[in-house]
């Protein structure tokens, strides 16, 4: 709490609110003298800042910054204009704050009710994090796509057409909504206000993250093409290897859209997050996949073979193994974390 009222209101007010550590209180004078270095130590354990000045805020803001911390400044006067302006976050008060302070936020609270800035925290890091899944989801459904149409060429196989435009586009119309309105309809995680702020630093993507997307894609254009080759020995025709590919890939869509709903949860806590979305759309792409197979108008276009039951809970056996290897992993997470 960073305030210009006495000492000892600010410890009183920061004592009926909850702050930690509220004795121990800094003064604008106290700041003032202080360099750089100091400051940077000082604020690392005090939570209370009384009879400050706007030079005093902006070196306290300052100082947080060097510090690597994310900044986000609450004002509503002229004094708070360069702490508001040099915090990574401004938050001006919409109804009582100076047109000073509402030019150098950030971000204005219309009705000056603060509840609004958890509300804000809460929705931003749902968009992220929602964001994140579908992109990561992009990533790891796309590769089989790709290299079911390239390994077959570059390899020499006896059948290199199992994917037409028609198939792709297919593929596509299911993907889409999978990624825009599922994902984006999905609620947080359980401990989504629980993590520390993400470093300003910090990219998007890291490394390891873009390395497991990768690595489900890849294990599911194993699923894919490792049956297909060994049936492609066996003389089964080109038809039915197709189909085949076909299945389990749309299985393992449908199963990548249930592990990917969490980078850290399991697919059993995640299948109780409220989105009313996940059935629909899971229930129209196994619609399609039974009406490619079944209805021979469709089965022809497409150029598939009808399939028997065993044959496709085979297709789906394989689908589970390509895609829910993920949720060990996940295990793992979640125990290190726990430590």
Not at 97 to 103: D, P, R, S, V
Not at 216 to 227: D, E, F, K
Not at 290 to 306: D, K, N, T
Request: aromatic letters at 10%; proline letters at 4%; glycine letters at 6%.
């Amino acid at each position: 709490m960073i305030t210009g009222d006495y000492a000892p209101t600010a410890i009183a007010i920061a004592k009926q609110i909850g702050i930690q550590n509220h004795q121990a209180v800094l003064t604008g004078d106290e700041i003032m003298l202080m360099d750089a270095v100091t400051i940077q130590e000082k604020v690392k354990a005090t939570n209370v800042y009384a009879r400050m000045f706007p030079e005093a805020k902006l070196k306290v803001i300052e100082a947080f910054k060097r510090n690597g911390e994310v900044v986000a400044m609450t004002g509503d006067g002229v004094n708070d204009g360069p702490a508001l302006k040099a915090a990574h976050i401004g938050i001006a008060m919409g109804q009582r704050g100076t047109e000073i302070a509402k030019q150098a936020a950030s971000l204005i609270l219309t009705d000056d009710n603060l509840q609004h800035m958890v509300e804000a925290v809460a929705l931003g890091r749902r968009i992220y994090e929602n964001l994140k899944k579908a992109i990561r989801y992009i990533i790891s459904i796309h590769i089989p796509i790709i290299l079911i149409v390239t390994i077959p060429l570059l390899f020499f196989w006896d059948f290199t057409d199992f994917f037409n435009p028609i198939h792709v586009i297919m593929l596509e119309l299911i993907m889409g909504p999978t990624c825009s309105i599922i994902f984006e309809n999905e609620p947080s995680d359980p401990d989504s206000m629980q993590k520390a702020p993400r470093k300003m630093s910090n990219k998007f993507f890291s490394i390891h993250e873009l390395y497991i997307s990768i690595m489900q894609g890849l294990v599911i254009t194993a699923g894919c093409l490792i049956p297909a080759y060994v049936l492609m020995l066996q003389g089964y025709d080109e038809q039915f290897i197709r189909t085949i590919i076909y299945t389990v890939l749309i299985f393992s869509n449908i199963l990548l859209t249930l592990v990917n709903r969490s980078f850290v949860y399991s697919i059993f806590e995640t299948l109780r997050y409220k989105n009313k979305l996940v059935p629909i759309i899971l229930i129209i792409a196994a619609t399609i996949l039974l009406v490619s197979i079944y209805v021979e108008p469709v089965r022809l276009l497409f150029q598939f073979s009808p399939l028997g039951f065993i044959q496709i809970v085979a297709c789906f056996g394989v689908s589970i193994i390509s895609v829910l290897w993920i949720e060990v992993f996940k295990y793992f997470i979640r125990k290190k974390n726990a430590a």
